[in-house]
């Protein structure tokens, strides 16, 4: 990594319940090679009393990882914060910012945004767990707490407890009257008020997120912020994400094709089908590789079709690339040319 390389949150894609999870980062990861990749939010007590290993392991090419807790306990998050460390992940990132009721009903998630002084403590207690950077990701704002003065006030506190990176999704939450879904899309991207952030509080990271749908969206928030996180865009139109060391990172690597990108991701995949997982849990994160371009329906009616049968192996991912034309797989994104939003 060169050593004017830029600061590791510069683009990252957004902690995704059910999505982010390690088949969809190994994916990502045959994509790009510097993006910061976050876990789905996983629970404190499913660290401490599920299964451990289901939930935090992972395979040495996706680093740079960051693992996201969901909790409130101090001592819960400090422990979990330890057994991260103990895994390799890269950061620990606290949920402020899940609206949905099961994760409200547990005291953890946008409600902490609340109780600025719960999240000091518990951040305080995972920076004397570990060596590993600990950031919060949170909303601009909650309900009728919405108002500039308490989201400063929020960011003072627990910045005062250690935290020096905030990522902070752009958009309010209602925390009843709006599903998850709706908080994602219904309340207004306020860009502005996280400006504003960055400009009060100059000597912390502050990350934006919400409503990023392209690289070219990413690099004009860079221009102001110290990082971009990509959601819903990065899932469902993940090839965008194969520029992103040469058109974000400014590195001298050529972006790979998305048959580049299959192959590349076929030997894990065999490799997880050998250790009894099925196909279409392994594939389903690739859906969208072939978004608006001729041969994307073949290939998700393909993997939608037959990978979920008994025994379903590389044979038909290699059935699903047939119908792809050549031109789409080998047609490699040249400087300028950007992969197409996802619609709607």
């Given at each position: 990594m060169p050593a004017s390389s830029p600061p590791p949150h510069t683009l990252s894609v957004a902690p995704m319940m059910d999505?982010?999870?390690?088949?969809?980062?190994?994916f990502h990861r045959t994509l790009t090679r510097r993006t910061l990749l976050y876990t789905e939010m996983i629970t404190t007590g499913a660290i401490l009393h599920g299964d451990r290993d289901r939930h935090l392991a992972f395979g040495k090419t996706e680093h740079p990882v960051a693992l996201q807790l969901g909790g409130s306990d101090a001592a819960a998050l400090a422990e979990c914060t330890r057994i991260a460390e103990d895994y390799g992940y890269d950061e620990v990132n606290l949920n402020c910012g899940c609206p949905s009721d099961r994760v409200s009903s547990g005291s953890f998630g946008a409600c902490l945004m609340a109780s600025p002084d719960v999240v000091a403590r518990a951040v305080e207690a995972m920076r004397g767990a570990t060596t590993l950077p600990v950031t919060v990701k949170h909303r601009?704002?909650?309900?009728?707490?919405?108002?500039?003065?308490?989201l400063s006030h929020f960011v003072r506190t627990v910045a005062a407890a250690g935290c020096e990176t905030f990522i902070v999704h752009a958009r309010k939450a209602w925390l009843s009257g709006l599903s998850p879904k709706e908080n994602r899309e219904i309340p207004p991207?306020?860009?502005?008020?996280v400006r504003q952030l960055k400009a009060d509080f100059p000597h912390l990271t502050v990350v934006l997120n919400g409503g990023l749908l392209t690289l070219d969206a990413a690099r004009d928030a860079l221009a102001w912020a110290d990082g971009a996180m990509?959601?819903?865009?990065?899932?469902?139109?993940p090839y965008l994400l194969a520029a992103a060391d040469r058109d974000v990172f400014g590195e001298d690597r050529v972006p790979p094709t998305r048959r580049e990108a299959i192959e590349a991701f076929l030997p894990f995949v065999a490799a997880e089908l050998q250790a009894g997982q099925p196909l279409n849990r392994v594939m389903k994160h690739t859906l969208g590789l072939f978004a608006g371009q001729p041969g994307a329906r073949h290939w998700k009616r393909t993997l939608s079709e037959r990978a979920h049968q008994p025994g379903a192996?590389?044979?038909?991912?290699?059935d699903a690339l047939a119908g792809v034309p050549a031109e789409v797989l080998d047609t490699r994104m040249d400087a300028g040319e950007r992969a197409a939003p996802p619609a709607g």
């Open positions: 999505w982010t999870d390690r088949f969809c980062r190994t601009i704002g909650i309900d009728d707490l919405d108002s500039y003065d308490h991207l306020r860009y502005d008020v990509i959601g819903r865009a990065a899932y469902q139109t192996g590389l044979d038909v991912v290699r």
